[in-house]
């Protein structure tokens, strides 16, 4: 498969663009009508209480909801209907919430579960590689432990194992869900410097959080969602100085 955007693609057009996006479990209608987008380069944050449609919007682009509608183009190409395997393997990288290592695999052979060739840029540039030895200068912790299993980690080391096993998938853009729920704030600071770094060395980022602090240290832009639907977006600033949004949608 190859790495090239579509030949529509232009300088102008989004890395991620998602139009209309609807998803259901079974019978409950859980997203209506997403629009987003996300540019190269950019930290996005998708923001919003518990239950608010976060989790499910990253499945539903991520391809991982099986009843959904709406289109999701992705640097330049229409992936609305393909399977997960094959929106990752065009890409786009995906980091769960509940982590899903392989606990009886140590972190060597988690990484090397989610390798995937180098790709290459717009211009059709080699793009640098992820390898474990540049991923342990991003966690230093892992560095540390790589003949260790998954299950003898604590949540935090699982939480930056998964970031980097879908990093070795040397992903364009990332959807990253809830980094900083449940782990240490040690562990939160830790994050908050990865996805700096990340962001510049040229990975994109859509980020679910709730803790608006933690978006405001990172995230260029924000959507808030409310039952399934954006209320509101823009940038951080813009949020962080409107109170009323604030209060309505992400206070508890």
Request: hydrophobic content about 40%; overall charge neutral.
């Amino acid at each position: 498969m190859s790495d090239q955007p579509a030949s529509t693609a232009n300088a102008d057009t989004p890395l991620l663009d998602v139009q209309k996006l609807a998803a259901w479990y079974g019978g409950a209608h859980i997203l209506f009508d997403i629009g987003l987008q996300v540019r190269v380069g950019e930290v996005v944050a998708l923001m919003g209480r518990n239950g608010a449609g976060k989790s499910t919007t990253l499945k539903t682009i991520m391809g991982m909801v099986d009843k959904r509608r709406g289109q999701v183009r992705f640097r330049g190409r229409d992936i609305s209907r393909l399977p997960a395997h094959d929106i990752a393997s065009a890409g786009l990288g995906y980091v769960p919430e509940d982590r899903r290592i392989f606990s009886d695999l140590t972190v060597m052979e988690n990484l090397e579960v989610g390798r995937q060739p180098a790709r290459t840029d717009s211009a059709g540039q080699p793009r640098p590689a992820w390898t474990p030895e540049r991923l342990f200068k991003l966690f230093p912790n892992l560095g540390e432990m790589p003949q260790r299993h998954g299950g003898r980690m604590s949540g935090g080391e699982q939480q930056m194992l998964t970031v980097a096993r879908t990093l070795m998938g040397n992903p364009y853009l990332v959807l990253l869900d809830e980094p900083s729920e449940g782990v240490a704030p040690v562990i939160v600071e830790g994050m908050v410097q990865m996805i700096l770094e990340l962001k510049a060395s040229g990975v994109s980022i859509l980020l679910s959080e709730q803790n608006l602090h933690f978006a405001e240290l990172v995230s260029d832009r924000a959507y808030v969602l409310e039952k399934g639907q954006i209320r509101f977006e823009g940038t951080m600033q813009a949020l962080a100085d409107n109170d009323g949004v604030r209060r309505a949608y992400l206070s508890v």
